[in-house]
């Protein structure tokens, strides 16, 4: 909209056209700028100025021109100052118009890049659906690279948000953890400082309560104040808020037990109870997104020491010794078994057979264990001063290694004594036959080796292959007390349970048939019975002990891991390990029971040992006598002598290589009535004693 105004100089013959132009878009409006105007005088009169045009813009420019007239009632003046000033108007209309669009255009083109690399991805995590928007980018500003690592952190606030402690704590986590993503926002955009301290003001009181303190990163001095002119932020729209009420804690709230699910308060620290990576630990620095999935005791960034840890160096030095004496006598009894196995295989069917492998299973085993001895702990479980903690790179070829013989063996022997009560079960409940039993064993193996396979590749997928600052060998859930849960105590627990309920139902069953065939033939036709019962019972229980035990290591390690680790890492009156800790040099220190990581180091390898009691036999000796029988028949090949079978005091009888004399019934007969002894000759003398066989024709 256009104003032409004309005015007359005060004292001179002079008017000023002024045109305004008003713009809305704004809905502001342009005033009208005093113009400085002169007349000059030439050959005394006043002549108008043309070159004295003067511009003057603001926001929206109004554009003046001065001139003077001599004719002052001359009406056509007017109308040429009308028509100068509307082109004059319109050129400059068109010279601010084109650089406008030159920078629409730039600015366009800016967000055309900005939009091909900015990718925008739906919210996943279950706790920050419905909050308001749906759409979040990753990685967020905790350098959680998927939302599947966000959503791990975020929800350990859980409990705060159901319990409603604050209306707005929901809100300002998700806001945290899944930043909303706006395609043609390039900036972040993240929650008002007031958001935080809404959420702040209601649920801090409770979490000191725990003894934990808001969470340094989850600060609100670092979040933008609302009405900034250069930072946009976030707030919750106060009018959708629907009776939303604020739980106080009150001074009868007492703080859970020790053992409790520490975590679930939030991370932090108290003015009471500090919580930092100290040492032992050792502080992992940096910005690689893998370093936020080493913690101790809710501190990132945290991980285990080499070694150290919870005990001296001479209990690391008889650890050292426990596991190689332990590992030596694992190795040399599953050698044996799975040798005896291999030179009369004739010997060991279904049910029984599965033990050999079970066998095997621990030899491999004890050579992780070897490997570690030979290697050393460093070579093995150590990153530098830090313990391992994946087995992604390189150089953890050696952890790797260790970890499949350890785990991977460990799991299957597991399957296999599964498979072992399954035939004993087969064999005794169901009557099975051993034909019909082997006809299954494809299955078997199967069962027995894919289940473990596919653990341990989803451990490797998962990087979590870690060293154990023990012992030395690398496994899984050493630092990790998730992954400890899933991948060997849930697992060793399911086959524990399943193999005990077939061994006690085919046990049930062995002592019905006992009384059965005690009652119908009399005592003398139940001993091989009752000799099978004894070793399936001896087998048994040598077997569900140390199997027991070890699960109850195992529950005990990580039920008090994490206070094991918030006594080194938090620091404080109020942190609440009083109870189950003591004191050293003024500190609440809790550590685990020496006696225990001893004995779990142990119930790890005592089965294979124990696996050998069923080959314990006459029939092993007589197979070992046999073996090494052949062994010196192939030792003396180059004397020509063959063994053909053994004295009555045990001594191997030898013959010529060149013939073997075979007798007939008849020859033995006859040989035997004619008073001849012997058996064996170069020559048969008298009635034809023995015929002569070329060793070649035989």
């Not at 021109?65 to 108007?89: G, T």
């Not at 460990?410 to 019909?436: C, H, I, P, R, Y």
């Amino acid at each position: 909209m256009f104003f032409l105004f004309l005015q007359q100089v005060p004292g001179k013959r002079c008017s000023v056209a002024v045109v305004s132009c008003r713009h809305f878009s704004l809905d502001q409006a342009a005033s009208l700028v005093p113009i400085d105007h002169r007349c000059p005088i030439v050959d005394g009169a006043e002549q108008p100025n043309t070159d004295d045009i003067s511009l003057s813009r603001r926001r929206t420019p109004p554009i003046a021109i001065s001139f003077c007239s001599e004719p002052m009632r001359r009406h056509w003046s007017h109308l040429v100052s009308m028509v100068l000033a509307a082109a004059l108007l319109l050129w400059a209309k068109t010279a601010e118009a084109a650089p406008y669009s030159t920078s629409l255009h730039a600015h366009h083109h800016h967000h055309n890049q900005f939009e091909s690399r900015r990718r925008c991805q739906e919210i996943t995590i279950p706790m920050c659906k419905s909050i308001g928007y749906n759409m979040t980018q990753m990685p967020n500003q905790f350098n959680h690279q998927t939302q599947e690592d966000a959503g791990m952190e975020v929800h350990q606030f859980w409990p705060l948000v159901e319990i409603n402690c604050s209306p707005d704590l929901r809100f300002f986590l998700c806001s945290m953890y899944t930043p909303i993503c706006i395609p043609d926002y390039p900036k972040p955009l993240p929650a008002c400082r007031s958001v935080c301290e809404r959420a702040r003001a209601g649920c801090a009181p409770l979490m000191r309560q725990y003894g934990f303190d808001w969470p340094p990163n989850l600060d609100c001095d670092r979040l933008p104040v609302f009405g900034q002119p250069d930072q946009l932020c976030m707030d919750a729209n106060q009018t959708e808020r629907v009776g939303g009420s604020t739980i106080r804690p009150t001074s009868s709230s007492r703080r859970p037990p020790i053992g409790g699910d520490l975590s679930d308060a939030g991370r932090g620290s108290h003015r009471g109870c500090v919580c930092q990576c100290r040492a032992p630990f050792v502080s992992l620095a940096g910005n690689d997104p893998s370093l936020n999935r080493a913690s101790v005791g809710n501190v990132s960034q945290c991980t285990y020491p080499c070694r150290g840890l919870f005990m001296s160096s001479e209990n690391h030095h008889f650890v050292t010794f426990w596991i190689g004496l332990w590992a030596v006598l694992c190795f040399l009894s599953t050698v044996v078994t799975v040798i005896t196995f291999l030179i009369d295989m004739s010997r060991f069917y279904y049910p029984e057979r599965p033990i050999i492998f079970l066998s095997f299973c621990y030899l491999m085993v004890s050579t992780g264990y070897l490997i570690r001895l030979i290697v050393g702990h460093d070579a093995v479980a150590c990153d530098g001063n830090a313990i391992r903690t994946t087995s992604g790179d390189g150089s953890a070829a050696v952890c790797t290694i260790v970890f499949l013989l350890t785990y991977f063996f460990s799991m299957a022997s597991s399957v296999w004594w599964v498979v072992l009560a399954l035939t004993w079960f087969l064999a005794a409940g169901l009557k099975w036959s051993n034909e019909a039993i082997s006809g299954y064993s494809p299955y078997f193996h199967m069962f027995a080796w894919a289940l473990p396979s596919i653990k341990t590749v989803a451990i490797l997928a998962l990087s979590a292959v870690d060293g154990d600052p023990i012992s030395g060998i690398c496994s899984v859930g050493n630092t990790d007390v998730t992954t400890l849960r899933w991948f060997v105590l849930g697992p060793l627990f399911a086959y524990l349970v399943l193999g005990v309920f077939f061994l006690l139902a085919g046990f049930v069953s062995l002592v019905r048939i006992h009384h059965i065939v005690k009652q119908q033939q009399g005592v003398g036709k139940i001993e091989k019975l009752e000799k099978l019962m004894v070793r399936i019972g001896i087998f048994s229980v040598l077997y569900t002990i140390p199997a027991t035990i070890l699960i109850g290591c195992y529950f005990y390690e990580q039920h008090y891991r994490l206070i094991w680790e918030m006594t080194i890492t938090c620091h404080g009156s109020d942190c609440g390990f009083a109870a189950l800790t003591t004191i050293s040099n003024g500190v609440h220190v809790a550590k685990p029971e020496f006696s225990i990581a001893v004995l779990k180091y142990f119930m790890c390898l005592v089965v294979g040992i124990t696996s050998g009691i069923w080959i314990w036999s006459p029939k092993t000796v007589d197979s070992w006598r046999r073996f090494c029988y052949r062994l010196c028949l192939w030792s003396r090949s180059s004397d020509d002598q063959l063994i053909m079978g053994t004295t009555r005091g045990g001594k191997p009888l030898y013959v010529p290589a060149e013939t073997i004399i075979i007798k007939s019934h008849t020859d033995v007969s006859n040989g035997a009535a004619a008073g001849g002894g012997g058996g064996v000759g170069a020559n048969s003398g008298g009635g034809g004693y023995g015929r002569h066989y070329p060793v070649n024709h035989l």
